[in-house]
């Protein structure tokens, strides 16, 4: 057995590890990060929103990023009925950046981590967490690699980003029941070689099929085109036989895109994933924190999950740098609180996208611009500006808004 020690190890090198890796090498502190699949891999999560952009920055990964020309992503279009609603993200309440991106993942990722690795930071690619054991204020975590060969490392913090593996969820027993519906996912890619010119061809689109099921169309710019579904497990029933052919039928009810991408070849078999909402008891304990998809997982209506991923990487970072330098944190305060405002806001928004009220004010002709840019704020991640009302009274906000708003047609 090898035996190494390390100030932090870091469980997973997607964006929520490499974002806590890249702040943690600036502070000078000891890092090794755990990954148990080999880069690059795929995985869901292509649309970023722009609050992504300032922890790509602090975390001093933007650079590198900006020079892979990903597909700029300037806001959001949902289409339902024949009827189009637009986010601009120039237009949004309050400050913040105007503009992220939509990345294919398996690139995206695997640059994030060759970022890291060029500033020194170790990757232990294929590395399996098998246990993780604290005791005398020390983890001695043992990993194993594709040879089964096994490694035991100590470290005096772990902050666990490994995303659905959800690594020290399964070992410490955290796993919670979701708070947002039980929904499934079925997901694809294809070349889209017909691509139209122009925003058309460049813009991501979310058609609504009924109030509990929707479509995605992420377009990138290496040509490809990420193709999706998300709804109730009661509305992926009415579906059968192979997932390519559950995926043609889906692709059947869509009004505005059935007809562009019907007899489309896709790259890969479609992926179905049962049960995409995640939750756990509690984010951090002794000696670890829980980041990005590791802890929690809403849905991805609005895109909020790398913006999860890197808020609390980054976070965690800072403050296991803080608690290592000699200083006591208070993590309920300056972590679990600051993490489920976000969550709680972004949880309001799905559910009432669910219930169908937000859609309705979505597509409706009479809600003010004011309010347009407010809520455009919330899809844009800033989720923590208490000066907007439609964070700050979240809960009541959208039912007060959908009230009024339609308080003549359906009395």
Known sequence: MDKKEYDVVIIGAGPAGMVAAGYLEKTGVSVLVLEKQFFPRFTIGESLIPRCMDNFSEAGLLEDLQEQNYQKKTGARFVKNGKIAEFDFSKKFGEGWDWTWQVPRADFDLKLAESIQKRGVKINFGAEVVSAKWENKLWTIESKDPKAVLSNITSRFIIDASGNGRVLAGLLKLEAPAK?????????????????????????????????????????????TSLGFVGENDWFNTFSGSRSEMFKQMLGQCDFYKDRFSKQEYLFEPVKLSGISKNVQHLHGDGFALAGNSAEFLDPVFSSGVAFATESGLLSAKLVARQL???IINWDKEYTEHIQKAINVFATYVKEWYTGRLQDIFFTDNASENIKMQICSVLAGYVWDNKNPFVRNHEKAIKNLHNFLYSEKFQ
């Open 180 to 224: 947002i519906y039980d929904h499934s996912s079925i997901f694809t890619h294809i070349k889209e070689d017909n691509r139209p010119p122009g925003k058309e061809g460049t813009q991501i689109t979310f058609e609504i099929i009924t109030r509990g099921a929707w479509f995605w169309y992420i377009p990138f710019s290496n040509g490809n």
């Open 325 to 327: 330098s000699g200083e």
